[in-house]
């Protein structure tokens, strides 16, 4: 059975071992394809029927979390009410502290019912989110918050029974310590949240761009609708300025189109009849009718949005060591909290109230949130960028994979080259075949293969050409491609397909027997030497991995500089190349055909381009949207270094703050309401770290 996907939003995960704890038991009831995302408090499940969408949905109730359908909307965050809630009770207890001794706020029973609501809101947002990943056998930081804010709770009731008459009971009393942990901790989850909503700019950003109002031509009327009216095969009026409603064909007029915001191409692109234009984008100049082929969720700048919302869900190697540190953190630091207790009391004579408070700051000041927060904010700033860029990178692993490589893999033709060929010579070895004739057969037959320079072909012989009847087509990649006319067999190829020395480019065979040779010239793409100049001087080892000819590639290098150069390779001979090139050091392949995907399925990480074949764009991990040059390229490896570090240093941040504050804690150099306020700081760093790579300088 087919599987759907399925996303929620998940209500009520504090860090990122609540997200571990809900993973964890998905896979006890043998859930295995889904994807649990802390950050943006998302679950993404793939299944297969209606019993298997509510047994998901009872799993993250049962550990009490709420399930919200993506339809719904919120004004305002369930962190949000309880943190306003808390903080009406919170200040007035808190300004205890520095009034006289007389003032009713110094009454221990105005206190207590000061507190009691805000205790109440800790029992429901971290005690039971604490009691069920205990349940589940992975504690989440609710655990730290939940017994220290109970521990101060406790101790203070305790107290107030004890000296209830004494002159000395507020020195026994810490609601305020109980409340300020509590409403502190919201505050940072609050901020958090709006925090990292920034990190997901770029999805909102684009989606934007979807918006707006398209014309439509109804007989002699035009009307206009909205973006999510449009239908298939509905004629679109777009004028001079106007923003291309939807993905769809000329059929009328021409125009230059800025594309830059999908492609990352500075210069607008001429387009006429029956040329493809993209929703989104923006005539600069003319007046064209299209016809809509596309909508919805089918259009490319959806599909951009669904592949950045996907790749910001996988997980880089780096962050799994961040999980798996957290999933042992909260009971480690519970036990130091209890160490110490002891310590500070039974070693330093430390009085029982301080070593009760150093012991509930350890517990606050150790939330690991900023650990779980270090890895998936950076990689969804930088995918983000990347995407603006008209960079599409598949997952947050592949950045990491992409910051470790130093051999980068060319394929030639449509990569290096532009693609666009041009006949320089045609010859005829019979004579009972005519020209015109023989440009229609190969028409015919190419026309029926995606390599770049049968595309080329079809383009400069399309012209006069009419559809033969064409049968048993078989093509060998990088080899040929035969096909029958008129019970004659033809052929179409390179020099492997017949032992000549004549140095021609293409073969044509009728009946195993030659009656053509081509002669095509390939032009080197824009900016291919700049492209490659650059990652020379960035240290990477250049390869060229070609199925063309010698001397085609050497051509080729006396204009570009590669390390090394590999022609005349069949697809398997690409993939021995590539497995070569590994042993070394990771290796990146970049190509277009289909003769290419098995070279970009088997390296590290496999980049096509636009016009590249399907194929080879499924066997790809990135997709550079500019096909005129390889400018993106350069710019894929520095937003991949620049997040790639900025994790790092998220991650030396988490773990630095948590050295240097359990010590702090430990020593009574913080109180648990400055620990609070230090705990929430640490997450918004990390948040703020990755935003910076939003706006950092990196080209």
Known sequence: MKQKEVKYKIEGMSCVNCALGIEKELKKHQFINF???????????????????????????????????????????????????????????????????????????????????????????????????????????????????????????????????????????????TTTIITLVLLGNVLER????????????????????????????????????????????????????TDGKIISGECYVD????????????????????????????????????????????????????????????QKLGDKVSAVFVPVVVLISIITFFVNHLFFSVEIQESILRAIAVLVISCPCAMGLATPTAVMVGIGRAAKKGILIKGGDTIEKVATIKNIAFDKTGTITTGNFIVSELKINKEKHNINDLKNIIYNIEKHSSHPIAKSLCKIFEKNSFDLQVSEIEEKKGISISAKINSKKYTIGSSKIIDDSNNYDIYVLCNNELIATIKIEDKIKDKASDVLEELQKLKYNTVLISGDKKEKCDLIS????????????????????????KKKNPTAMIGDGINDAPALTESDVGISIANANGIAIQSSDVILLSS????????????????????KQNLFWAFSYNIIAIPLAFMGLLNPMWAALFMAFSDIVVIGNSIRLRYKKIF
Request: proline share 2%; hydrophobic share 40%; with cysteine.
């Open 259 to 318: 594309e830059s915001m999908i492609t990352g191409e500075s210069n607008p692109t001429f387009k006429k009849i029956n040329d493809k234009v993209i929703g989104g984008t923006i005539v600069t100049d003319g007046n064209i009718k299209v016809k809509a082929n596309k909508i919805g969720e089918d259009t490319l700048l959806s599909q951009i949005i669904k592949l950045v919302k996907d790749s910001q869900n996988s997980k880089p190697n780096i």
């Open 558 to 581: 006396n204009k570009l500089f590669f390390n090394q150069i590999f022609s005349e390779q069949l697809p398997k001979n690409k993939i021995d190349v590539i497995n070569n090139l």
């Open 628 to 647: 005129s040059n390889l400018d993106q390229l350069i710019q894929l490896f520095k937003i991949s270094k620049a997040t790639f570090l900025t994790i």
């Open 35 to 177: 994807n649990i995302n802390f950050t943006t408090s998302e679950g993404i499940f793939k299944i297969e029927n209606d019993y298997e969408k509510k047994q998901v949905q009872k799993i993250i109730k049962n550990l009490g979390y709420k399930i919200l359908e993506k339809k719904e909307k919120k004004t305002i965050s369930l962190e949000e009410k309880y943190f306003i809630f808390s903080a009406i009770f919170t200040i007035p207890l808190f300004s205890h502290m520095f009034v006289e001794e007389n003032s009713i706020l110094k009454n221990p029973l105005l206190q207590f019912l000061l507190c009691v609501p805000v205790y109440i809101i800790g029992l429901v947002y971290f005690g039971k989110s604490a009691l069920n990943s205990l349940k589940n056998g992975l504690a989440n930081m609710n655990v730290l918050i939940f017994i220290g804010s109970t521990a101060s709770f406790i101790y203070s009731i305790v107290g107030w029974v004890i000296y209830y008459n004494s002159e000395q009971i507020n020195k026994y009393l810490f609601f305020e310590t």
């Open 194 to 245: 709006r925090s990292v909503k920034k990190t997901t700019s770029a999805i909102k950003d684009l989606s934007k761009i979807q918006k707006g109002i398209a014309k439509i031509e109804l007989g002699s009327k035009i009307k206009e609708i909205s973006y999510n009216e449009i239908k298939i095969n509905n004629i679109l009026i777009i004028n001079n300025g106007d923003k291309i409603p």
